[in-house]
């Protein structure tokens, strides 16, 4: 398994920042770099209004890790991705595999 975690990821935290007229902004702050092993997923649809465009998905396979949260993002190769699912590879939780989506921006 060590020398399949080849890909360095960096999750990225969210950070709130309220404004004054009772709404917030969400910014993303560099996190931890870690190693991964990451594998592209068939491309899901998104529709828009009258566009349609195809989001990347990725798997990425690290160490197990307690503070990742869904909805939280990592960085790979240059784009993006939000965490939309996660699961312990095995019932001793040694691995962890997030599922994650292209952000577009």
Known sequence: MIGALRHKI?????SRDDDEAGGASVS?????DTWARV?????TRDISGDRERR???IAATMRYR????LG???RFDNSEYEVVSMES???RDRRLTL???????
């Open 99 to 105: 599922v994650c989506e292209e952000v577009l921006s």
């Open 89 to 91: 590879d095995d019932s």
């Open 72 to 74: 939280w993002r990592l």
């Open 10 to 14: 960096e999750l990225l935290t969210p």
């Open 55 to 57: 989001l990347k998905r």
């Open 28 to 32: 993303w702050l560099p996190g931890p």
């Open 66 to 69: 307690t503070d990742i949260v």
């Open 39 to 43: 594998e592209r997923l068939t491309s």
